[in-house]
Structures are given as C-alpha cells and as structure tokens.
C-alpha cells in the first residue's frame, strides 16, 4: 500500500505495474516525484460538499439550491487537490438529488472532483435530528433531509432517491444528543423492524445504508437490521461493539468534525458541551478498538473547510490507532464501504491509478497525509506541487 523508494506504470486510467521499479516502456512520459512516498489516493467516506463553515440549518433556508450546487462543485475540487480521489456524500443536507449533478459533472470530466458515491438528502423522522424545529412553525421552514414517518414512507423515500440518482441511502437513526455525567443520552429515531425493511429495500435496489447513530439503543437497532456502516459511532454497548465485529459492519468515528466543534464553538456554554462530547468519543474509541470493531474513515468535513480533513487520520492516530491501521481503514475498508473493492485502495495492477504523493513517511508521522503535493486520479495528473 505504500511504495517508497517506488514506481507505478500508469496506462490509461489504471495502473500497469507498481513496485521498488518497474518496466519503463518507450515514449512513456516520467514524472519524478523525488524523496516522496507514495500512497493510493486518499478516501473520505463521509463528506458534505453541500456545507461550508457557518450555520448548517441556515444553509438551506438561505441560500438556494443552484448556489450551493457551485459551492458543493469547488468543495469537491478543493478535496480532491487535497489528496482524496474518492468520497462518499452523507447527504446535500437539504439540496435534494443536486449531488446527482455534480457527481456526473465529474463524472464526464466536466469539472474536477473526486470519485464520488453520493446519497441525495439524508432521511429523517418528523420532529426529529435533522427538522427543522427552532423556527416558527407558520413559515413552514424545510427540513435538512427527507421525511420518512413509517416502514411504507422509508421504502417510498429510498424509491424516490433512488429515481433522482442516489448511489447509497443516508438515515439518521439518533439525535439529539446530551451528555449527563459522562454518558451519552440519545433518542432512537427508527425501530429495528423500519430499519429492516430500509436494508431489505437497499439490498432490493443493489445499493447501501448508512445510518447516523451515536449511541444506544439506536446503533444496537441499526447492526441487528443489518445496515452498512455506522457514523459517528460516539457509545456504542457491548452487544453492539461484537455484532459490528461480526457482522463487519464498520465505525466512521469522525472525530475531525467534534474537533472542530469543540475548537471553534460560538460560546463558552457550547464549548463545554463540545468538549464533553469529544472526551467520550475518545474514550469509547479506545474500546471500540480493543474490541475489535472495524474503522473506516470518514471526517463529515463541510462543516469545516474542505480540503483539511487529512486532519482525521491524525486524529484516529493521536487517540489510539496506530498508522497502519488508520491507512488501511482509509484506504482498504473505504474502498470496500464505497462499492470499489478491488478497484482502488491499493497500488496494484488494474487498479484505478489514484495515485498521491506526501513528504517523509506516514507510518511513522501520519500527519504527512495532510501535506500531498501530487495527485494522480484515473491516471490524469491534477495536482502537482
Ligand atoms: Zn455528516
């Protein structure tokens, strides 16, 4: 998975070989790299190109669909110059299917971005994390995402993204949060039983699930249901931690997101709750880990500015991963929670060449995922320096 001293045959969109060195057919062209180590580009498996810093909520009651779809374009260029060639999109976060747009647009080359697999809105109850509940009622002010109230509306939502373009479906399952005394306290949104018939329908279509579920019971009821991944992940009980091991249903822990949060909260009150958050995280990662829950990553950047969530695999390292595990997690589990196993992840033959570039070694200094100076995607270098 790292090559250095390396070197990658790249023919067309793929690569040909990879190695200490390889063949150096005539004619083809030599980019030399020089003192760098090489790495498959870089996956984050859980984005918001539809956020910017600032008021999530306002975003969509502010700013207008074909607006934030040109931001959500140079979110994705900013990404991809930062080393990731490929992402998943948790949901425009009220934007409806405009993702379909931009995933296409980079699709046929139109405008730069990485490979992306992308949900439309994320689904959501009445009244529930994602509504919007803090305004006055009489000006009917539009949720983030997609209302589903029972079994019959979840299948006909999913149906609907599915027909505007989705690749994966998005469904908060916990919120709103509180910590008391060190504990995290977190309604459920959806019963095992909704849950179900939302996986048996995504199976159906051929497509995944991932649900956000920061504690229990809720992400019990979502790895019963069998669902594909686990965002956030904050406390999660024993039984949930051995079915996820199981079951190998993977954690995106997003801790670059609470980092943030806790970093830049507009008061002291909200600092506080942040910083209570962030402290469970950490501690609950540590048994996650030890009990041998599977990781991807995911950083949920938008929120933060695009382009800087390299910052989690520091993070992942800092609170107990070693940076092996984190580049595998990365690269290996994302490549396979993306629907690319076999595909990217890996600097192998008939892979696709997404290909980066970082000083020194990220094994042992992880944060040198947060200095890429090359980006090579589907063999088209378009970064350098
Ligand atoms: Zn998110």
Redesign the pocket.
């Known amino acids: 998975m790292v090559l250095q001293p390396g070197e990658i045959l790249v023919e067309g969109e793929r690569i040909r070989a990879a190695g200490t060195s390889v063949e150096h057919p005539q004619g083809a062209k030599i980019i030399d790299l020089g003192d760098t180590t090489l790495l498959p580009g870089l996956i984050d498996a859980?984005v918001?190109l539809f956020l910017h810093p600032g008021a999530e909520d306002l975003q969509t009651v502010e700013e207008s669909v074909p607006w934030r779809t040109l931001l959500a374009a140079d979110a994705a260029k900013a990404d991809l110059l930062a080393g990731f060639t490929a992402e998943r999109d948790?949901?425009t976060e009220g934007a409806g299917s405009a993702d379909t747009a931009v995933r296409n647009a980079i699709n046929q080359g139109l405008i730069p971005g990485p490979r992306l697999r992308i949900s439309g809105n994320a689904i959501n109850i009445l009244g529930g994390h994602e509504d919007a509940i803090h305004y006055n009622p009489a000006q009917h002010v539009l949720p983030n995402a997609d209302y589903a109230n029972s079994i019959d509306q979840l299948i006909e939502v999913i149906r609907q993204q599915h027909k505007e373009g989705s690749d994966f479906v998005k469904i908060y399952e916990t919120g709103k949060d509180s910590i008391v005394d060190g504990e995290l306290h977190t309604p459920y949104q959806y019963s095992e039983a909704q849950l179900g018939a939302a996986v048996e329908e995504v199976h159906r279509l051929g497509v995944t699930v991932a649900v956000?579920a920061q504690g229990e019971p809720g992400t019990l009821y979502a790895v019963q249901a069998g669902v594909t991944s686990i965002?956030h992940a904050t406390q999660l009980s024993g039984e949930t931690m051995r079915l996820m091991r199981e079951k190998h249903i993977p954690a995106v822990p997003?801790f670059a997101?609470f980092d943030y949060f806790a970093q830049h909260a507009p008061s002291q009150a909200v600092a506080a709750r942040e910083k209570a958050m962030l402290e469970v995280k950490i501690r609950e990662f540590k048994k996650q880990i030890a009990a041998g829950v599977p990781f991807a990553v995911g950083s949920?950047v938008?929120p933060f500015p695009h382009g800087t969530q390299a910052r989690e695999m520091e993070l992942m390292v800092r609170y107990g991963m070693k940076p092996l595990a984190v580049l595998q997690a990365d690269m290996m589990e994302g490549a396979k929670l993306l629907g690319w196993a076999g595909q990217i992840g890996e600097l192998k033959p008939g892979y696709f060449a997404d290909i980066v570039a970082v000083p020194g070694n990220p094994l042992e200094d992880i944060t040198a995922v947060e200095r890429v100076s090359f980006v090579m995607k589907g063999g088209a270098v378009v970064r350098q320096q």
């Open positions: 859980h918001h948790m949901g956000h965002e997003t997101i949920d938008g």
